[in-house]
């Protein structure tokens, strides 16, 4: 594992793309931990008042809250982590990378091992970040401080973290069944961000789809059960209630299509010469 894990990393440590995208990405996080706090000091520079409340006083950086707002709002840019993980499926078919692999004495098994560890990395040094991010803004921010708080809900983090293996396997196995990045890249963002999306509101809210079975139905879709790992925290502030725990219902659902992509990515890979 050592091994698949050293040559993933021998494949990008040099590759300009892989560090481009992996800056945008750390980056738009930086930009998402820090730019809710700014906002509410600008709105306060700008002499903004709720009904006369100081808006700084909104505990959105508050522990512990701050961790699901801020894994909640980090999932919105981890489709970057998935760019990288089609390039580098697309190079190692393009150069015929795998295919030396394989020759070279790796196992196909060792070579799907290999990419999933590549993705855990990735994931997990996501994960880190936000961690940090999270710790440094509440540590400016909260209102609220004692040990036990500052790392209750941290449970947060370990799903943020399986959302983006679950993603990035996706990624994975669209970049094996499509083999061109681009059309990749394009297809992917097109369904997360638009055919799905769009697909799931007029379900479970056109009249003629909402009374039935289909508002249900598109529970069970696979960018629908991941925004369901981690629900919109932010109705809290305006009295509204929200759900401020794991689903165990997402993380079953999305566990299945987990399996699947595996399962998937494996079937193609021994059906198919790599090339």
């Given amino acids: 594992m050592i091994r698949a894990l050293k040559l993933e990393w021998l494949k990008v440590k040099n590759y300009r793309v892989f560090w481009i995208l992996m800056v945008m990405y750390l980056v738009a996080l930086l930009i998402i931990a820090s730019a809710g706090g700014l906002f509410l000091e600008w709105l306060k520079y700008q002499g903004a008042d709720f009904n006369g409340i100081d808006p700084t006083i909104l505990p959105i950086f508050d522990f512990p809250d701050i961790w699901q707002n801020i894994t909640y709002l980090s999932t919105f840019v981890k489709i970057f982590l998935a760019f990288i993980v089609i390039i580098s499926v697309n190079n190692d078919q393009s150069y015929s990378i795998s295919r030396q692999n394989i020759i070279d004495g790796f196992s196909k098994n060792e070579y ?39 790392f209750d809900e ?3 983090l370990a799903v943020y973290l399986y959302e983006i293996i679950v993603y990035c396997s996706l990624a994975f196995l669209l970049s094996l069944i499509i083999k061109k990045a ?26 003629y789809f909402r009374d039935g079975i289909m508002p249900e139905l598109a529970q069970y879709f696979p960018i629908k059960s ?17 759900e401020d725990n794991v689903s165990i219902k997402a993380i079953a659902i999305t566990f299945g299509w987990f399996v699947f992509y595996l399962s998937s990515i494996v079937y193609i890979l021994y059906k198919r010469d790599l090339k």
């Fill in 112 to 150: 799907i091992a290999s990419k999933m560890m590549m993705i855990f990395a990735i994931a997990l040094l996501s994960t880190l970040f936000v961690f940090l991010a999270g710790l440094i803004n509440g540590s400016i921010y909260s209102h609220v401080w004692s040990i036990s708080v500052i």
């Fill in 154 to 156: 941290l449970e947060f």
């Fill in 226 to 242: 991941l925004n369901n790992l981690i629900k919109v925290p932010f109705g809290r502030y305006l009295f509204i209630e929200i």
């Fill in 182 to 207: 681009g059309f990749v890249i394009v297809a992917l963002l097109l369904y997360t961000m638009m055919f799905e999306p769009i697909a799931v509101a007029i379900f479970e809210n056109a009249p």
